[in-house]
């Protein structure tokens, strides 16, 4: 009986002591290992997962037969949706191709039976006819065995009775029981012989362990009959109470440390938890007592004027302070926006919920509200990064990074700059760059950015304000991530904003 669980576990342990060695085809071959059990439990997007980095590991260690051992894995993989149906067609094609570069022929039947699951699903019947009499031919050519000759009969069966053939359907369904009761029996043969050949190893070995149970009371015995002959028993006791007594000291001494240590830990730990509240709670009414206090006078004081003194105004000033109404609110929206998101990460709130992300989707989204700012500074803003690049993070942490760094990077590039953001990609890791050509940051400011007691606050180029908050926020969210942030700035001359997040989920 298969225990795919049990296989998924020890393949794990496997995948550890290899990243250890740094063993890669090894590593490589217990991914693959783990998205076959995946896919045998009926698991397609685990085993979708695993099958991926086999391949890609395969393929970057030029193991060419591996490499298309993986590719005919993956498409199995992705014959499981509907919607990547071309994804697994094109995995069986480059199989192919790579099998027969290897002569490696005798797995062509294997490829045309995943060609016919296809072709079957897509509703294709007779092109899936097709493939799976291929591969019954082939099956016979190169003796593969019962296993693919009966699952070529079932699929047959079931193929023609879709498309409504169902005089062939049961001829096959007739042959597909036939081998499929040769197989059963074949399997129950071969778990009878392993039955025997366990319990004769079991039997041998309860033989080996009662002798050497006796072998070791006849040790035991030999050597306490030394020690009397030696010692004499007094003298054996009295060592051994003393010894006892000694032992029993030591390991209290070293129990009460322990404990010591493990309270001291304790209050360490709690001093840092109310150091760090205590800097939150000052951060927090900081914010409300000032950064949030200000940006409300301006609104009310400008719409006090407006509404009372309209026509005593011109057309400039009123739009001058429609303008300045705008700014105001846009900041206590930003503001609002980062406090909640910091309260519901500092109170426990935030669920995390990781998953493969397209980076030009996010990014997107991040600039949806931040391009008509950069306009109205004509601020220029270049990409670079590869389409196609993916992650393994949580969107809306990653987008609310995103919009904080490039709303930052706005704000203190003066009128007509230019942001660059950048994305590359280093084995698992995928590191973001905000960099832009503004006012920088001093040395001893880099050093505080991040930190919840900082002081740090600065106005923009145009006069915006900020708490400090967002960056903070930032921290937090890339930690939560598994991943690093750090800057590069020097005044007068600009800042760069780095941080990395994962590329695939971290096993």
């Not at 296809?118 to 065995?145: C, D, H, P, V, W």
């Not at 079931?158 to 053939?165: A, F, L, P, Q």
């Not at 709303?407 to 009128?415: G, H, L, S, Y």
Request: proline share 2%; aromatic share 12%.
């Amino acid at each position: 009986m298969h225990n795919y669980n049990y296989a998924i576990e020890y393949y794990r342990k496997a995948i550890l002591l290899n990243k250890l060695i740094r063993d890669s085809v090894s590593l490589a071959v217990d991914y693959n290992g783990v998205g076959d059990a995946f896919l045998n439990l009926n698991q397609p997007d685990s085993s979708l997962q695993y099958y991926l980095k086999a391949h890609s590991l395969f393929r970057k260690l030029r193991k060419a037969g591996y490499e298309a051992i993986a590719l005919a894995n993956l498409g199995s993989a992705y014959t499981n949706y509907p919607d990547s149906l071309y994804k697994a067609l094109n995995a069986y094609k480059k199989a192919l191709i790579k099998f027969q570069e290897l002569d490696l022929n005798q797995y062509e039947a294997d490829i045309k039976e995943g060609i016919g699951d296809i072709l079957s699903k897509q509703g294709k019947y007779n092109a899936a006819i097709m493939a799976y009499n291929e591969s019954l031919k082939l099956t016979e050519k190169f003796n593969r065995g019962l296993p693919l000759k009966t699952s070529n009969y079932r699929k047959l069966s079931e193929t023609y009775e879709k498309s409504g053939d169902y005089k062939s359907a049961l001829e096959y369904h007739i042959l597909f029981a036939q081998f499929n009761d040769s197989l059963v029996q074949k399997e129950k043969y071969a778990q009878i012989i392993n039955l025997e050949k366990q319990y004769e190893t079991e039997k041998k070995a309860n033989e080996i362990n009662r002798l050497q149970a006796k072998q070791e009371i006849t040790d035991v015995q030999l050597k306490k009959d030394k020690q009397f002959k030696v010692l004499g028993i007094s003298s054996t006791i009295l060592l051994l109470g003393f010894l006892f007594f000694v032992l029993y000291k030591y390991f209290e001494k070293i129990k009460s440390n322990k404990l010591l240590e493990e309270k001291n830990e304790l209050i360490k730990k709690s001093e840092n938890e109310l150091w760090v509240l205590n800097a939150a709670k000052n951060k927090f009414f900081s914010i409300i007592a000032h950064d949030l206090k200000n940006p409300l006078h301006n609104v009310l004081g400008y719409s006090y004027l407006l509404s009372n003194d309209y026509e005593r105004f011109t057309e400039a000033e009123r739009h001058k302070f429609a303008k300045d109404i705008y700014h105001s609110t846009d900041n206590i929206f930003r503001l609002l926006q980062n406090l909640l998101e910091w309260s519901r990460s500092q109170t426990g709130s935030l669920t995390f919920k990781p998953l493969e992300i397209e980076f030009k989707r996010i990014l997107r989204n991040s600039l949806k509200v931040l391009y008509s700012i950069a306009e109205q500074k004509h601020i220029d803003i270049n990409f670079d990064y590869n389409e196609d690049l993916k992650m393994f993070a949580d969107p809306m942490m990653i987008e609310t990074i995103l919009r904080n760094l490039i709303n930052n990077a706005i704000k203190f590039t003066p009128e007509n700059g230019l942001i660059q953001i950048s994305a590359t990609q280093t084995g698992d890791i995928v590191e973001i760059c905000i960099r832009d050509n503004g006012i920088g940051i001093s040395e001893s400011e880099c050093n505080n950015l991040f930190r919840i007691d900082s002081k740090v606050k600065r106005k923009g180029t145009s006069n915006e304000d900020g708490s400090g908050l967002g960056l903070i926020l930032c921290k937090e969210f890339v930690d939560r991530n598994n991943g690093a942030i750090r800057v590069e700035s020097e005044t007068g001359k600009g800042s760069s904003f780095f941080f990395t997040i994962p590329a695939i989920a971290i096993a």
